[in-house]
Every structure is written in structure tokens, then in C-alpha cells.
């Protein structure tokens, strides 16, 4: 046995059950609660469910405290775009799609991440049935799947298969993130309300929507962080 399957399997007893062992994680359906949780998932995880995480996902990503995480928050939503998706992956209902639209930051005294999805979308019919989303950043050899995951509807057919991306199960959230995802954010949506044109105060938002598809706004409760170590701030937060 190699040196790192031998402390991997210091870490994890013999023959681990990963999620039906005792110490699985809870997974927040957004209905079966609404305990407010801390943001450092391993903790919560336990050794076991997080070595078992990381072996089954086969990643470098690490856990990110909300106040170290590193973002050029325009760019990011802007250029390279964000994977929003919205479903339970162990009912093996969800779905994904491209989202450039969003914000980020503090609402409630709870970092949040906010996402606006037209009610034509396919995924908009999973984001008001289930209580979860998730939202991930890939690097730039995934842009073609981004494109196409934002150009076609899940509603036609296996888009997710088609892109070539994994869906995998979160730490936290019924809501799946996907493999090769460099920056992972599990959220609880708290709050949904739709945009309404008679409060555009500038006139010119409106040209945005000439179907008059206006979006629905979700804020979701950012209840863990998984990122490659470039998303974290070296030496801490503020
Ligand atoms: C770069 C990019 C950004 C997008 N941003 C959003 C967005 O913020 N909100 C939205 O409703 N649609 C957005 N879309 C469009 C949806 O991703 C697209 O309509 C998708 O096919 C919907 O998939 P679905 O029907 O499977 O939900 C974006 C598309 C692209 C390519």
C-alpha cells in the first residue's frame, strides 16, 4: 500500500459507506430545515464523510470560509460565467443551466449568492420546487459545455450528458455540483421575488425583456464553499 492510501486509510475505517454510514452529512432539502448552519463544511461533514467526499469527487477543491473567499465578482458572473443548478441528485431530478447574471455578498447577516432565472427556463420549475441550488466556476477548457448548457433546454433532452460534465453529489445541499468544477458554492435559497417592471428606474432595463419573460430573483444562503486553493484568500480574510 502506497504512502497516501496508507493515511487514507488511517482516515477511513475499514470499508467506508461514505453517505449511508452513520456520519452522513445531513442533506438540506430546503424543506426538512431551516437550522442555519456554519461554513465550513468539513467540520460538519466529519473526517469519514470528508475524505470520502474528496476520494469520491477526486479533486483538489478545499473548503472556503465565506470571508476568505477570493473573487472578482464582475468578472466572474460577467466573463466567465457560473453553472446554476437546481434539483435533488438523489432523486436524480435536476437540472442546470448558464447564469451571467447574479450577485454576491451579505444579506441578513448571511453571505449569499443571487441568481435571477426567467420562468421560460426549465431549470425555473426546479428552482421553485426544490429548497437548494448550486452554483459552480469552471476553468476555460469548459466553456464549449457552458455554451451549450446555456444555449439548450434540459426540457429536450440530456443536455448535462451532452456537455460532458459529472454531476456529483454536494456536501451539504440536495442539489448536485459537478466534477470538474473549480469553484463550488452550495446554497439555501431564503428568499425569491419576482423583478417588476413599474419599478425599472431606469427606463432602459426594460429593453432586456421584450418578451416580457421577466425574471424571478432567488437568494440563496451560501451553506459551504468548495474551491481550488486560487479562491482563497492567501493569509485569510479581511
Ligand atoms: C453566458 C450566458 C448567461 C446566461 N445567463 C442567464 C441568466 O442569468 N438567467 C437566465 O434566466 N438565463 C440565462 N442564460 C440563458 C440560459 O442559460 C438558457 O436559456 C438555458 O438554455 C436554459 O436552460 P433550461 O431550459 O434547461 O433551464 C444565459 C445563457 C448564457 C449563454
Known sequence: MGRRRKAFARL????????????????LSG???TARLDHE????????????WRKENDVARAAI??????????QLWD?????????????????AMTVGWGSLGTMWGRPFAQVVVRPTRHTYGLMERYGTFTLCAFSEEYRPALKLLGTRSGR???????????????TLVAAPSFAEADLILECRKVY???????????????TNYPLKDYHRFYFGEIVAILGQPGYRAAGGGQ
Open 192 to 206: 425569491s421575488d419576482d423583478i417588476r417592471p413599474a419599478r425599472f428606474l431606469d427606463p432602459g432595463i426594460d
Open 79 to 95: 466573463e466567465q460565467w457560473l453553472l446554476l443548478t437546481a434539483g435533488d441528485f438523489q432523486e436524480g431530478r435536476f437540472n
Open 156 to 170: 429536450d433532452g440530456d443536455k448535462i450528458a451532452a456537455s460532458g460534465l459529472t454531476p456529483v453529489r454536494s
Open 12 to 27: 477511513v475505517p475499514a470499508r467506508p459507506k461514505c453517505w449511508t454510514s452513520r456520519r452522513r452529512p445531513r442533506i
Open 65 to 74: 470560509p465565506f470571508h476568505e473567499l477570493l473573487v472578482k465578482t464582475h
Open 31 to 33: 424543506i426538512r430545515t
Open 41 to 52: 463544511s468539513p467540520a460538519r461533514l466529519g473526517l469519514s464523510g470528508w475524505a470520502c
